[in-house]
């Protein structure tokens, strides 16, 4: 017997994703990107956001809520008050995302469902912040649901975007379309268990049971539904990003973490690195995920073309307050040595990013009160050679490390 086909809004009431589950709600923080709200005030608003007056902000496609969750909790620790809309086509999804409201004991929030391409009628706005991950790769016409957005986007606004990307999902598109062909007349949860079924027994040549890195489908049915059932899924390169955004009028201000679309940490030999030095700055991305190979998902934050220059705050400004995100400044400068430097880890690789002599002295002082002003000041008081110059030097380099791997921001003193 024939089944009819599932369509982008009978799956979401089927499988809401991500899975969550109100009553599990634990109040645990969420950290992610986009919508960290330090990391959008740095990456949008050039560290200047206006915390007198109500963040307006869109969730559009907001799915079971983590975005949502997110951003309001985020407002709610600084003080900043905020009116976010919640926007998503599945009704079971809502339910969840108002649940999980609720147990954290949130407000300021309304709820709307509807499609995306109807945000202009249903929630017109305008909003200083949207926020749309995972949506518009899955859309018949991308360019169509940017353009909606764009539409309700108040003037000097800003967008977080996740968007999925070919080289970190290799092996995916075969198998969806193998699957189409094998299971597309039946019922939902047979194709679920067939396609369980089907990537357990690939042969080891699949590229799909090759690439270690993918892993939804073994967590939840939601996941595998949505990794290999879905009805409408496109990958992006940097490149179809960009071309994207622009096509909006938009320009990207910062894929993230920014140091894992550097492609210096994807190549050794000397004379290659020499050849990238003279890459333009807007090739570098791309080139970097041509070489890293493993990037699943690009997510990032982009402005009108017009407000490109004033979106990213810089560190060259003593009333700019730095703000650790997931990192303890004084726990690490007691253990900080001379020399020490910070490790992570992208595409396999173990990378070493040395830090400034004064990284110590500055991490005990980050405590999201003061600015870079008042922690020149504090350590000039002990170094009569280190003026203005000399102390910024050295941020600059403790920052481009740890802005880079999207732990350090910036954001103007509060009057």
């Given at each position: 017997m024939a089944h009819r086909p599932v369509t982008d809004d009978l799956h979401y009431e089927l499988y809401p994703y991500p899975p969550r589950d109100p009553r599990k709600e634990s109040g645990e923080r969420i950290s992610g990107s986009p919508s960290d709200l330090d990391e959008l005030v740095h990456f949008c608003f050039g560290g200047r956001l206006d915390f007198g007056r109500p963040l307006r902000a869109l969730i559009a496609g907001g799915g079971t809520g983590d975005a949502l969750v997110m951003l309001a909790e985020g407002c709610k620790r600084a003080g900043l008050p905020a009116e976010i809309t919640y926007l998503d086509v599945s009704q079971a999804s809502r339910t969840i995302a108002e649940g999980r409201a609720r147990a954290r004991g949130?407000?300021?929030?309304?709820?709307?469902?509807g499609s995306l391409l109807e945000v202009g009628e249903l929630a017109p706005g305008p909003y200083d912040y949207i926020?749309?991950?995972?949506?518009?790769?899955?859309?018949?016409?991308?360019a169509a649901g940017l353009a909606a957005l764009v539409g309700v986007l108040a003037p000097g606004g800003g967008l977080g975007l996740m968007l999925y990307a070919p080289y970190g999902r290799t092996g995916v598109y075969p198998l969806q379309s193998a699957l189409r062909r094998l299971v597309a007349d039946l019922p939902p949860q047979d194709k679920v268990a067939m396609a369980r079924?089907?990537?357990?027994?690939?042969?080891?040549?699949?590229?799909?049971a090759r690439n270690e890195i993918l892993g939804d489908h073994k967590q939840s049915d939601a996941g595998l539904y949505d990794l290999l059932l879905h009805a409408r899924d496109r990958a992006f390169t940097v490149a179809e990003v960009e071309t994207l955004?622009?096509?909006?009028?938009l320009v990207v201000t910062a894929f993230l973490p920014p140091l894992r679309y550097d492609p210096a940490l994807y190549v050794a030999e000397p004379r290659l690195k020499a050849r990238l030095a003279r890459l333009h700055t807007e090739d570098r991305?791309?080139?970097?995920?041509?070489?890293?190979?493993?990037?699943?998902?690009?997510?990032?934050?982009a402005v009108r073309m017009e407000d490109a220059e004033r979106a990213v705050a810089r560190p060259d400004d003593p009333q700019m307050v730095p703000v650790l995100r997931d990192l303890d400044g004084p726990?690490?400068?007691?253990?900080?040595?001379?020399?020490?430097?910070?490790t992570a880890s992208f595409a396999g690789k173990t990378?070493?990013?040395?830090?400034?002599?004064?990284a110590g002295a500055m991490l005990a002082r980050i405590d999201g009160t003061r600015d870079l002003g008042t922690i020149h000041a504090e350590l000039a008081a002990d170094r009569s050679d280190l003026d203005w110059p000399a102390f910024h030097r050295q941020f600059a380099t403790l920052f481009a490390t740890l802005n880079g791997l999207g732990k350090l921001h910036l954001r103007l003193r509060r009057p």
């Open positions: 949130l407000s300021g929030l309304t709820f709307i469902s926020d749309c991950c995972g949506v518009l790769h899955h859309m018949e016409d991308p079924r089907l990537v357990e027994g690939l042969p080891p040549t699949n590229w799909f955004m622009a096509g909006a009028g991305p791309a080139l970097a995920e041509e070489l890293a190979g493993d990037i699943k998902a690009h997510a990032f934050y726990a690490f400068a007691r253990s900080f040595r001379p020399g020490q430097a910070v990378h070493r990013f040395p830090l400034p002599p004064l």
